[in-house]
């Protein structure tokens, strides 16, 4: 791996960034919109993923319009064959693999049992299998090119469970395992290529709009959300540090710890969240975002109390 002006560089370093060649699935809006971007801003040249093709092309426009080099690929990760043919499709364009952001996901909303089987399966397959079929597709190009780094945008719910959304916990949950097996795995056979994770609190991404729901309504919005560019740019810290998991917010840390060490009181603080977000009653999309396309190029959800993450950015001085 060499930087934009022939010198070795490696994630560690702060300036690794320029000329990178950087894939990221779930670019159509929300966080991996933000992530293009940012990734753009710092030299890199981004590769961007996901079934909406209008939604992708918006995002690479605002790319390319701040001078940053942007690429299209359409596919659906959780078919197989899709994600092995996008990430082929993506590094012809690129010309090799350096960086592998894997922030694709679907949400269901709903209780268990409100929630029918298909659509379960389908948001595990969309936030869970499919990033496994990139990283299986991308990971001997990141060998190859001399090493490099994998870094997903995990969740808080990939280390505390959410009432309501069972199907997206599991697959955030089964993300965290996978990332961190592999991770163990590459350094043992001395593989050069890093594994880290982003776990942020709720988010104000267009997400929330577009839920597929087992009860016919979408679930209250999070009142207090981080703006998208605040996981944007801890992705691009860690991809840049290699530091392996970095959480996003003082309270959603709290959350953490709370559930580590304090079990039966976070289950009861954990049960009440569940109401609050089953108090909702706006009308849901059908069939919503887990069966069907719905990234249409922002980034922001539109809440007006989304907010930066001051704890974060005290962490993260000098990105």
Request: with cysteine.
């Amino acid at each position: 791996m060499v930087d934009a002006g022939g010198r070795p560089g490696y994630p560690g370093e702060m300036d690794s960034l320029t000329g990178r060649r950087v894939l990221i699935t779930g670019a159509s809006s929300g966080i991996g919109c933000a992530a293009a971007e940012a990734f753009a801003r710092r030299g890199a040249v981004v590769a961007l993923m996901a079934r909406n093709g209008a939604g992708l092309e918006a995002v690479a426009a605002r790319v390319r319009r701040d001078g940053g080099e942007a690429h299209v690929v359409i596919a659906d990760i959780a078919d197989r064959a899709a994600a092995r043919a996008g990430v082929e499709q993506a590094v012809a364009a690129l010309g090799g693999l350096d960086l592998l952001v894997l922030n694709a996901a679907s949400m269901a909303f709903g209780r268990f049992w409100e929630v029918d089987a298909d659509t379960f399966d389908a948001t595990v397959a969309n936030t869970f299998t499919g990033n496994v079929n990139v990283t299986r597709a991308g990971l001997g190009h990141l060998i190859a090119d001399g090493g490099g780094a994998i870094v997903a945008t995990g969740s808080v719910m990939a280390r505390v469970p959410l009432p309501t959304f069972s199907s997206y916990v599991a697959a955030k949950h089964a993300l965290r395992g996978f990332l961190n097996s592999l991770r163990i795995e590459l350094r043992a056979a001395r593989l050069p290529v890093k594994v880290s994770m982003v776990h942020p609190g709720p988010v104000d991404t267009p997400l929330w709009d577009h839920l597929t729901s087992g009860v016919g309504v979408l679930p209250r919005r999070p009142p207090d959300r981080y703006k998208p560019e605040e996981v944007a740019r801890a992705l691009v810290a860690v991809a840049a540090s290699g530091r392996e998991e970095f959480t996003i917010g003082g309270v959603a840390r709290l959350m953490e710890v709370a559930y580590a060490v304090a079990r039966p009181l976070a289950d009861r603080v954990l049960a009440l969240v569940g109401r609050f977000y089953a108090a909702g009653s706006d009308p849901a999309p059908q069939p919503g975002m887990v069966f069907a396309p719905s990234g249409d190029g922002e980034c922001s959800g539109g809440g007006r109390w989304a907010r930066p993450s001051l704890w974060a950015r005290l962490r993260l001085r000098g990105f």
